[in-house]
């Protein structure tokens, strides 16, 4: 008898979620068999029209440097096994529903709140058409309490006005650790999952789910107590992260001032075990995480907990010193031009990280609206991206003449860029180059310097 592969759905096919299909749909059986069949859904607008489209057609929506999300959705397309659709009803048939709807953090009068509306009304349409049998699981990062305060009792409410018995409700929280680049689907087959459920039934079928997809005798899974204790890990583990990147900048300005190699002093102190994940100065941060993350606990607090007396300045204040990051190294840039207005900027990398095309809160957003702001003349080249978000601005894809630009910024450490051949680029052509990554040997910065251009490194005062 012919083994019936289980139909997953997942909700929401943006970074995360098309690359969540592509876990899902590579895992195997004993046998090596596929075990699932994967359904992606996407709501009727021009971009998820683009990224179903491109599902259907065998490929990865996004650019990206990993070829194995590229094989493996084209591999399971090819067998049938693997779609998208924006028809929410088509929902029905799965048994394990993955929810990866985006729930952005708004803000009224510069003050952060996170407005449920769109997030709840998918979650209203999952109610209202998924098999009662079904579990779900929630991907999202979310405000600690979402999932028990919102997402429950939308669920139950929809099986009550089903005539299905809520007692049947299967709910569970399990955040990934996707990070974009190479290793991009590598980064959620081999990585530690945390996770937990509604109730106990519902922990149990997600730990089975999960043992499918993650090289779990490698990367245990972790099971906490509560969902409000696993969306507090996702929102606590990004802070720390996103705290230890601002502590950077301002070591990095004091580095530059006093004429020393923040970079030199950082490996120095990353020897010492306790401290080997301490970060180093950088462009900026960017991404849909890092971002908005850090506020969410202050945010789950008052909306959904009634809470007003926490407060979390060193979460909150992290964000503001990277959103101040780009501008930092704006003014870096400034000090070597009498007048700045009447120069023509290039800028390399357009992306939040080095080899993906996500621009979504990119640094270089940041930086980009600062010059136009001052009337700046500035290009942007990105081997990868092709838009912005908010800046209705062309990427160019081909790499221009040197001699159409006064400086050259270097903001994301894409391999093009890192294995570019930047001496023989600039030549003697006296221009001002700002690596904001530390990327090349000394050789290649001093000679840089000796062919008469200057070389501005972000966290460093001593070239």
């Known amino acids: 008898m012919k083994k019936i592969k289980k139909n997953i759905c997942v909700q929401g096919i943006g970074y995360v979620g098309a690359a969540t299909m592509a876990a899902i749909a590579q895992a195997k059986d004993n046998s090596g068999k596929p075990l699932y069949n994967v359904k992606g859904i996407d709501i009727n607008s021009p971009l998820g029209i683009k990224r179903i489209n491109s599902i259907n057609k065998g490929s990865f929506p996004f650019d990206s440097s990993d070829r194995d ?61 998924m098999n009662p049998e079904a579990l779900v699981i929630i991907e999202t990062t979310i405000p600690p309490g979402t999932s028990e305060i919102r997402i429950a009792p939308i669920l139950l409410n929809c099986m009550k006005k089903r005539g299905v018995s809520q007692k049947k409700l299967m709910l569970a929280h399990s955040y990934e650790r996707v990070m974009p680049g190479p290793k991009y689907l590598n980064s959620i087959i081999n990585n530690w999952r945390v996770y937990s459920g509604y109730n106990k039934k519902s922990a149990d079928l997600c730990e089975d789910f999960l043992k499918t997809i993650i090289n779990y005798k490698k990367f245990p899974l972790t099971r906490l107590a509560s969902m409000r204790a696993s969306e507090t890990a996702k929102i606590m583990e990004n802070s720390y992260r996103a705290t230890n990147i601002a502590f950077i900048e301002e070591w990095a300005r004091f580095a530059e001032n006093i004429g020393i190699n923040s970079f030199e002093v950082i490996n120095a102190i990353r020897m010492r075990p306790t401290h080997n994940n301490i970060r180093q100065p950088g462009f900026g941060v960017g991404g849909y995480c890092l971002t908005k993350d850090p506020y969410f606990a202050n945010l789950s607090a008052e909306q959904l907990f009634n809470i007003k007396k926490l407060n979390f300045p060193l979460s909150e204040m992290g964000i503001q010193i990277n959103n101040k990051m780009p501008l930092e190294n704006f003014n870096l840039l400034k000090k070597h031009f009498k007048n700045i207005n009447d120069k023509k900027i290039l800028l390399l990398g357009a992306s939040y990280r080095s080899e993906v095309d996500d621009t979504r809160n990119s640094p270089s957003e940041i930086f980009i609206k600062k010059c136009l702001k001052m009337r700046i003349k500035i290009d942007i080249h990105d081997p990868y991206a092709k838009t912005f978000e908010k800046i209705d601005i062309k990427i160019k894809n081909k790499m221009p003449n040197i001699s159409n630009y006064d400086a050259v910024v270097l903001a994301v450490n894409h391999k093009f860029y890192t294995s570019f051949d930047f001496i023989k680029w600039m030549g003697k052509s006296g221009k001002i180059f700002l690596d904001t990554t530390n ?20 966290g460093r005062g001593d070239l």
């Open 69 to 129: 999300l590229d094989k493996v959705i084209k591999k399971a397309h090819r067998e049938k096994r693997l779609s998208a659709s924006y028809n929410i009803s088509d929902i029905e048939k799965a048994e394990i529903i993955i929810i990866n709807i985006p729930l952005d953090v708004s803000y009224k009068k510069r003050k952060p709140y996170v407005n449920f509306k769109n997030f709840d009304n998918a979650i209203y349409d999952v109610g209202n058409f």
């Open 439 to 458: 990327s090349f040997s000394e050789k290649i910065y001093q000679n840089l310097i000796q062919n008469g251009n200057t070389v501005i490194i972000t």
